[in-house]
């Protein structure tokens, strides 16, 4: 490979539109057909063509449909996934998390954002390109436009005309599907943080809390405009993601790319006149229908771009027409700065970028899974009675005095009885029995007396246990301290 320098040049050209090609070649009658302008400096309206990249971005926006199937889904007779805010519990497939378990929530966000650091630095903005949530609508949204209002040059002359009774009776459609698209993806949203099934039959009977309208309404409105009307600018212009991923690639990261050294000098394919040399052209024809397809209206040809959601959809474009004039495919391909420059690209576990990721990533794995199985659906904490710390009884006994704390993190009702061990001698007092709704505390007041000669230390140990009369594998012990006075 030679060494391509003009790799990220801007060399200026923008690719010739359809009246500017000459279509004397038989192959490029057939692609002639399929090129378009571009966009009109407003909406792009790409073209939508099949491929490889075109069919994986479906897979892999068909992930979202969990979005709107998970809220329905029960466990133990509860919603599976369901946040419940008011009652600050989180319950997770039978597992419910409460405020002092989220550390393990920091974990599950720490291991995301670490994937999304390491899928960027290995393969530039995947989830751009096939995962993001408003990639994925607006890629429904504008097929929803191409099956009601046609192909891009119906849709730019569609959008250039005048507002008439005609033009409005072709965008309502749309426009209607879209609103309840977004309804949908809002109202799946808030069924997440109440139940499902409680809020349909709430929004039959005009019962809906004025926070549950509120973000519903928001939430429909702004999928609308950004997936809908903003589209492109939203990931170029609004996108957080899109100002730091340049941070997080290196010139060993793949990305779709155009091979400068095989495509330059670009050009129409033409037939030599008799008597004259055929021009010494690159593999591109100028067809311009890598810029056609394109979501963003990048032209790949000019370098790396901000614009670049690195869908690969330029790839399937471009490997098309490569067929059609029986050139090799990839002159648009996933590479890599390195790669054009002639280097051997590192195993993934020889780059640093995805051995820190990768470290950090692993750390929070482990720490979630060790979260999971030392989850306990009990927590116990006693505090000792600070003022006084101890009692001297008339009898001979040293009394101290704890307010015990019970966590219920089941989604069972607990009926806990409290005891307790330590030295020779030792009686307590106590709630025999705390009621403890699921997510909910139960507090008790436990006095613990032990005779004064069988303690031979200030500080004797004790545990302090609790055992679910409703269920025995559920239990806790909490080992605590029991104060007394100086021997004299
Ligand atoms: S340039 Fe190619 S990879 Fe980048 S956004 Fe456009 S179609 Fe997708
Ligand atoms: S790179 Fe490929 S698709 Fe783009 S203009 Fe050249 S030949 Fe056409």
């Keep these: 490979m030679s060494d391509n320098k003009d790799l990220y040049r801007d060399n200026g050209q923008t690719g010739s539109l359809l009246d500017e090609m000459s279509l004397d070649n038989k192959n490029l009658q057939n692609i002639g057909v399929e090129i378009l302008p571009v966009h009109t400096g407003g909406t792009v309206h790409a073209k939508r063509m099949p491929g490889k990249f075109r069919t994986i971005k479906w897979i892999t926006a068909s992930f979202w449909i969990a979005l709107f199937v998970f809220p329905y889904l029960r466990w133990d007779g509860h919603q599976a996934l369901l946040f419940d805010l008011a009652n600050r519990q989180f319950h997770i497939f039978g597992i419910t998390i409460l405020p002092q378990d989220i550390w393990m929530l920091a974990m599950i966000l720490l291991f995301f954002s670490l994937l999304l650091a390491a899928s960027t630095a290995v393969a530039g903005r995947m989830w751009c390109g096939y995962f993001c949530f408003h990639t994925v609508w607006t890629d429904v949204f504008t097929w929803i436009e191409e099956k009601l209002e046609g192909q891009p040059n119906k849709r730019i002359k569609l959008d250039e005309s005048k507002m008439s009774l005609g033009k409005l009776k072709i965008k309502l459609p749309k426009f209607i599907a879209w609103g309840l698209i977004g309804f949908l993806t809002a109202f799946s949203f808030v069924a997440y943080f109440t139940d499902a099934f409680d809020l349909w039959a709430r929004l039959f009977s005009f019962e809906w809390g004025s926070t549950e309208t509120t973000v519903i309404l928001v939430l429909t409105a702004s999928t609308f405009f950004f997936a809908g009307i903003l589209r492109e600018q939203t990931c170029i212009g609004f996108c957080p993601y899109a100002r730091i991923q340049g941070a997080m690639i290196d010139t060993q990261t793949v990305v779709p790319t155009y091979d400068n050294d095989r495509g330059e000098p670009r050009g129409r394919m033409k037939r030599a006149k008799p008597g004259e040399e055929a021009p010494d052209l690159g593999d591109c024809i100028d067809c311009n229908l890598c810029v056609a397809v394109c979501p963003t209206g990048v032209d790949i040809r000019r370098g790396q771009q901000f614009g670049c ?10 490997d098309s027409v490569m067929d059609k004039i029986k050139k090799p495919r990839g002159l648009i391909r996933y590479a ?7 280097q051997k690209l590192p195993p993934l576990f020889k780059r640093p970028r995805v051995i820190v990721y990768t470290a950090i990533m692993s750390f929070a794995a482990i720490m979630m899974v060790y979260g999971l199985l030392t989850m306990s659906p009990i927590d116990l904490k006693a505090l000792h009675e600070r003022s006084p710390l101890f009692v001297q009884m008339s009898d001979g006994n040293i009394q101290n005095k704890w307010t015990v704390k019970v966590v219920n993190k089941s989604n069972e009702v ?15 007092v106590a ?9 909910n505390v139960g507090a008790t007041t436990l006095f613990v007396r032990i005779p004064k000669k069988n303690l031979t230390d200030t500080s004797t140990p004790v545990v302090i246990h609790v055992q679910d009369i409703n269920n025995e594998q559920i239990s806790a012990s909490y080992e605590t301290a029991f104060l007394s006075p100086k021997k004299r």
């Design 309 to 318: 959601i690195t869908c690969g959809l330029c790839i399937d474009a471009c």
């Design 336 to 342: 890599s700065l390195a790669e054009f420059a002639g």
């Design 414 to 428: 607990m009926l806990a009885n409290v005891t307790v061990t330590g030295p020779e001698g030792l009686t307590f």
């Design 431 to 439: 709630d025999k029995q705390i009621t403890i709704q699921p997510g």
